[in-house]
């Protein structure tokens, strides 16, 4: 296990940086049930995600973006097609594969709530729970993985708070903490940035960009365009279930792009090397 | 209008229709009509204070339930339940209970007959309850099919009367666990629960009831107009001999029963006049983890036969629940036991099984008495019977270890003067 | 900052001192209910006979003599036995409460919720009503577990749907059932009052308590309360996970369906142990994981550990009120849990309603 690399940094590496991650989805899709008519919520889906990215999965509400998630984290099995992970599938049939498993990919949920109260530290310290044997206690190496999450995303003045008195900025960087403390190499957020404030917003997204860039495949979903387009390396666009383009943000932003999955004309506005959109409802 | 004006008026129906509480038919229609007379205003209120009493009641026992432990006490949750209905119950009847005249105090709670063979009705008896009313029990004519409820009733008309004029008797006597008369409660056949519409279809023109028995079956049972005698105490043999007199004059039995007691007295006094004489032997009544001390009606049957009871000596008063470690300390010479009809042996071994109790004289041979448990608790002139097979162990039990009682006995602390003025 | 010193943590600190206090409690209670009885043993012969040490005499007590081979049985055959039972039943409903909290996420989840007192209760009520007590004292016990199992069972048959249990499904199902057995208990025991004795039976048993209990009772409850608090422990962890949301917890690796039958099972043997070797005691499963968390947080590896602790605390302290409150007579131990209990529930509730925000 490598450990922090800079260690006086104020924001020490915390996570080893695996260039070979890979998460591979191969023509996977779930239908809710067996009948031929059963809903189906991911059709047919080729995605190929290399560690040292920021993806993000974009698509109006219904797309399929959670359950891509879902999916990827091995949440839910396909119905048909495989999941890989670093180019083996991802098998959830035993307690020991399924802890192996979240030793290697986070998962952060959209909604989240804590029954019991928990304080920050203690759900920061879940993240080593799949590191350790049922009846052994934390190692030292534990807790040096949960004080440099905490301090890399300055929970510790925060860290005997209980989790429901939190600000819903602070209970986010609270799930990083988590996916950062269990060192695994691939985090998956689902909607990190919604029900938060700009700045606090910008916030999520400039760490996740930070973690990214340490080599650690990060894959969120955003319903922010302009988000996705300044953050993120490469833009997976859904549309019922369906992938519709995939590749940089600035290729697969495009107007003709967003009109036909949002139904909104998009005008994009430049001042230099920033850009913006300006929206427009289409009249149907 | 006021609050209090309000109560006035909601209970002023009862206290004018005050009128004897037993069951005459003319009678037992006032309630309704009462209430029809009431004050709509009034009503309402009452009703509403009954639904709010009715949800405070809910409310408690559902709170009950929840805290309960793991809310599963069936039986004492049954018992919280009943108890709730009896509350309820009470709370609608409350114009009930004040409509029995309220006479001089009672000197004589007993039933006695007050007027015979006066014009359509055969006889009425009347008892003065605890309360100071007087309640009556008008019987038309002599009853011909009667129907009794519980068991000691049950026993006793069994024993005064002729199966043919016993309509029905309780479920309880139709096993071997409660009732002693099997042979002759299968003469009368019909064994009825607490259903009043069971007690009815055998068309009774009596029914005997006792003060446990579902409130509403003796309220129903009057309100269609037959007569119900419920016996209200069972605390000894003076209580038993009363209930026997009641029902010899409700059923018009009197010799017979007259001679039942004359025959269980003298059987009464023969044990304890043999007894008398015998060396007090200090004994203990123990069933399930609980001792009959003072008060209890097996308290009574052993000061008839000359025992002191070592649980009423102790304090205790009524069912006390009591350790072993407790029952090894008062170190009585002799324990009696109820169990299932049949089972005793199975009782007595249980009992001794517990290591530090075998190592008590008890462990030897005539110590632990075990008896059926409808011997046990009866309430009819069996009673006398259960004095003579209790004063039947200790003779067995003084004339093996008497001496050796004598000299190993220690005094117990806190013991009184009845017993050691008789140890020799 | 320096990475090691998690200790400086407010809880961790609070941690130290209620486990210190729970195990001196439950060690005073133990020795109390050793010390305490009928018999006035001196405590230098209770020692000694535990101890094993030579036999004096002749026992001098405050009531007269007793012989040292009484002394002996009293404390060896009731004493112990009865101290033991009732650490044992402590433990059992205490971790029982805390898993049944946990796995119904409600604090005020109790060992009766998802009917496995009932059923428990109902299987001992059986087997008392066919007259099984007396032939051997295991099998009413056995009856308890069996109806522990049973009731569990046909919980998570009902609750079960494609494959998962849904917590709100369970938790139903559990109230039904609980009201169904209650209603099969009740009638169980109408049946068997028409021959009184068998109720006597039924009703002094369900009033339950540790009086007079032997070794037998001992050796039936050891081996479902151990493997229960094992179970319980090995899945603490597990049972944190799972109060972050199902999602979460299996992204951490918790298989959440097998998790809730082991947590089931694990609740049924530590239940149904406890009912039958002591009837139906209550509170104990509400009011001490609740009390015990709000000490040291909801963290279950210490929550079920000292839950057990305490749990055994409050039942021995609770038998030596209900052994000392009416001496010479006994009080019913359910009956001491709740008048204890409760109000001490209400009042932590008052009290804590006010304070959510600090720790």
Redesign the interface.
């Given at each position: 296990m490598s450990r922090p690399s800079e260690p006086e940094s104020s924001s020490p590496r915390t996570a080893p940086a695996r260039v070979d991650a890979s998460l591979v989805l191969e023509n996977v899709t779930l239908a809710l049930g067996e009948a031929a008519h059963a809903p189906v919520l991911v059709r047919d889906l080729d995605l190929d995600l290399r560690a040292g990215s920021l993806v993000v999965l974009l698509g109006p509400n219904g797309s399929g973006k959670t359950t891509t998630l879902r999916l990827a984290a091995g949440l839910v099995a396909p119905t048909s097609g495989r999941v890989l992970l670093d180019g083996e599938p991802l098998d959830r049939s035993r307690g020991s594969s399924l802890r192996r498993l979240a030793r290697r990919v986070a998962y952060v949920p959209q909604s989240y709530q804590s029954t019991f109260d928990f304080t920050v530290r203690e759900l920061v310290a879940m993240a080593r729970y799949p590191h350790h044997g049922r009846f052994a206690a934390p190692s030292l190496a534990d807790r040096r993985q949960v004080e440099a999450a905490l301090e890399r995303l300055e929970l510790v003045p925060l860290q005997h708070r209980i989790a429901h008195t939190l600000s819903g900025g602070e209970l986010q960087r609270v799930q990083l903490a988590r996916c950062l403390a269990s060192e695994a190499h691939v985090l998956l957020l689902d909607e990190p940035t919604s029900n938060l404030d700009l700045a606090h917003g910008l916030e999520v997204l400039e760490v996740c960009r930070a973690l990214a860039d340490e080599g650690r495949l990060v894959v969120l979903t955003l319903h922010d365009l302009m988000a996705a387009r300044r953050f993120a390396d490469r833009v997976v666009l859904l549309q019922e279930g369906r992938l519709v383009d995939d590749g940089t943000p600035v290729q697969v932003l495009d107007a003709g792009n967003i009109r036909r999955v949002f139904a909104v004309e998009a005008s994009e506005l430049r001042s230099g090397s920033r850009s913006a959109y300006w929206f427009d409802r289409l009249q149907s | 209008m006021t609050g209090s004006d309000l109560c006035r008026n909601a209970e002023r129906p009862a206290v004018e229709t005050c009128v004897d509480r037993a069951g005459v038919p003319p009678l037992a229609a006032t309630p309704t009509r009462g209430r029809r007379e009431r004050p709509r205003s009034g009503s309402t209120l009452a009703c509403r204070r009954r639904d709010l009493r009715r949800v405070h009641l809910a409310l408690l026992v559902a709170f009950i339930a929840a805290?309960?432990?793991?809310?599963?006490?069936?039986?004492?949750?049954?018992g919280s339940a009943s108890e709730a209905g009896v509350g309820e119950r009470k709370a609608e009847d409350g114009g009930d209970e004040s409509r029995v005249v309220a006479t001089a105090p009672a000197a004589q709670h007993a039933w006695r007959i007050v007027e015979s063979a006066g014009g359509d009705v055969w006889r009425t008896l009347a008892r003065h309850d605890a309360a100071g009313g007087r309640e009556l029990l008008v019987l038309p004519r002599r009853p011909q099919r009667i129907v009794s409820q519980t068991v000691a009733s049950d026993e006793v008309l069994l024993e005064l009367l002729p199966a043919e004029r016993i309509a029905g008797l309780s479920?309880?006597s139709?096993?071997?666990?409660?009732s002693i008369d099997l042979a002759k409660a299968s003469r009368v056949g019909r064994f009825v629960g607490g259903s009043a519409e069971e007690i009815l279809a055998l068309k009774p023109d009596l029914v005997i009831t006792a003060v446990y028995s579902a409130p509403e079956l003796t309220r129903r049972l009057r309100a269609v107009g037959v007569p119900v005698l419920q016996l209200r105490a069972f605390d000894g043999w003076g209580d038993i001999e009363d209930n026997i007199g009641a029902i010899a004059a409700a059923v018009g039995a009197e010799t017979a029963a007259e001679e039942l007691l004359r025959s269980a007295n003298g059987r009464l006094e023969a044990v304890r006049s043999r007894r008398a004489r015998a060396p007090a032997v200090r004994a203990l009544a123990y069933?399930?983890?609980?001792?009959q001390?003072a008060g209890s009606t097996f308290d009574e049957v052993l000061r008839i036969c000359g025992a002191r009871n070592v649980a009423a000596e102790?304090?205790?008063e009524g069912w006390?629940?009591?350790?072993?470690?407790?029952l090894?300390?008062w170190d009585p010479e002799i324990v009696f036991l109820?169990?299932?009809?049949g089972?005793e042996e199975?009782?007595r071994e249980?009992f001794l099984?517990?290591?530090?109790v075998r190592?008590?004289r008890l462990g030897e041979p005539g110590r632990v008495v075990v008896i059926?448990?409808?011997l046990f608790?009866t309430v009819s002139h069996r009673y006398v019977d259960l004095v003579e097979r209790v004063a039947a162990a200790l003779d067995r039990l003084s004339a093996t270890h008497g001496a050796d009682d004598a000299e190993r006995s220690?005094p117990a602390?806190g013991k009184t003067e009845t017993a050691s003025e008789s140890t020799p | 900052m320096s990475p090691s010193t998690p200790a400086t943590s407010p809880r961790a600190r609070r941690l130290l001192l209620v486990t210190a206090l729970c195990i001196a409690t439950t060690v005073a209670a133990a020795l109390a209910s050793l010390l305490l009885?009928?018999?006035e043993i001196p405590p230098a012969t209770v020692a000694s006979i535990l101890f094993g040490g030579a036999a004096e005499a002749e026992i001098e007590t405050a009531?007269?003599s007793l012989e040292p081979?009484?002394a002996r049985?009293?404390v060896l055959?009731?004493?112990l036995p009865r101290c033991l039972v009732g650490l044992l039943v402590g433990a059992a409903l205490a971790v029982a409460g805390v898993l049944l909290q946990g796995l119904f996420r409600n604090a005020l989840a109790?060992?009766?919720?998802v009917?496995?007192?009932?059923g428990?209760?109902?299987g001992a009520?059986l087997a008392l009503s066919f007259?099984l007590g007396?032939?051997s004292?295991y099998l009413v016990p056995l009856g308890a577990i069996a109806g522990a199992f049973a009731s569990l069972v046909v919980v998570a048959r009902i609750a079960r749907h494609r494959g998962r249990t849904s917590i709100t499904d369970l938790l139903l199902a559990g109230v039904a059932l609980?009201a169904f057995?209650?209603a099969l208990?009740?009638f169980v025991?109408?049946r068997a009052w028409?021959?009184?004795?068998?109720a006597?039976?039924?009703?002094?048993w369900?009033?339950?308590g540790i009086?007079?209990r032997?070794w037998s009772h001992v050796a039936i409850a050891l081996p479902g309360c151990a493997a229960g608090i094992a179970l319980a422990i090995a899945h603490a962890r597990d049972l944190d996970l799972m109060l972050q949301g199902e999602d979460l917890a299996r992204s951490l690796g918790v298989d959440g369906e097998r998790l809730k039958n082991v947590l089931l099972l694990a609740t049924a043997l530590l239940?149904g142990s406890a009912?039958a070797v002591s009837g139906?005691?209550?509170?104990v499963?509400?009011v001490v994981p609740h009390v015990v968390r709000l000490a040291i947080g909801p963290s279950h590896r210490a929550l079920v550990l000292l839950s057990a602790v305490a749990g055994a605390a409050f039942v021995l302290l609770s038998d030596l009120i209900a052994?000392t409150a009416?001496s010479?007579?006994?009080?019913?131990l359910?009956i001491v849990?709740?008048f204890v209990g409760?109000p001490f529930?209400v009042f932590l509730l008052i009290r804590e309603r006010g304070r959510v925000e600090t720790l």
């Open positions: - | 805290l309960a432990p793991g809310g599963c006490r069936p039986a004492q949750r049954g479920t309880y139709a096993s071997a666990g409660t069933t399930y983890g609980n001792a001390a102790a304090g205790l006390a629940a009591i350790d072993l470690e407790r090894i300390v109820s169990s299932e009809t089972r199975a009782e249980r099984s517990q290591p530090a190592r008590t059926s448990g409808a608790g220690d602390p | 009885g009928a018999a009531g007269g081979e009484m049985s009293i055959q009731l004493r109790a060992p009766g919720v009917g496995t007192s009932a428990g209760a109902l009520v007259g007396l032939r004292s609980n057995l209650s208990n009740s025991i109408a028409i021959d009184h004795e068998v006597r039976r039924i009703n002094f369900l009033m339950g009086a007079d032997d239940v009912v139906v005691v209550g509170f499963g509400l052994r009416v010479p007579g006994e009080l019913q359910g849990t709740a409760a529930f």
